[in-house]
């Protein structure tokens, strides 16, 4: 939930205000709130109101969903899930959103991303991936083996086809 009329800046320093633990000064906030800005690339509209879609101009929707994933990065979770992280995004916001989350997962978290039709390109930026049909697991391993695995059942995929 963002206030269309804040920057991003001020809405992640908010939410540490309000979510970090109490033991940590507010410089020690601030420096959190610095290395999140920076882990998820809002650098550039980190002083852009977030504003309101429709009504009042601001970040666009991949910096919004950065800034989603920002919101919970403050608390340095060990684990992300992500529902539909690329919902509504066009293909380059997608591609950044998920870049991001990469970026957090080789910076040790865990990541869980559910996203049903991912492009070639974000299917190829997942380090393991694991494909269900009718609720039961059809394959679990690298995008690398699951194609080859497809195509050795026969159901060979094209390359940049999915």
Known sequence: LFIGSLTAREHLTFQAMVR???????????Q?????IQDLSLGKCQNTIIGVPGRI???SGGERKRLAFASEALTDPPLLICDEPTSGL????????VQVLKKL????????????????ELFELFDKILLMAEGRVAFLGTPIEAVDFFSYIGAQCPTNYN
């Open 20 to 30: 970090m633990p109490r033991a940590l000064t507010y410089r020690q906030k601030l």
């Open 32 to 36: 959190r709130v610095d290395q999140v």
């Open 57 to 59: 101009k601001g970040l």
């Open 90 to 97: 066009d293909s380059f916001m997608a591609h950044s959103v």
């Open 105 to 120: 997962s080789e910076k040790g978290k865990t990541v869980i991303l559910t996203i049903h039709q991912p492009s070639s």
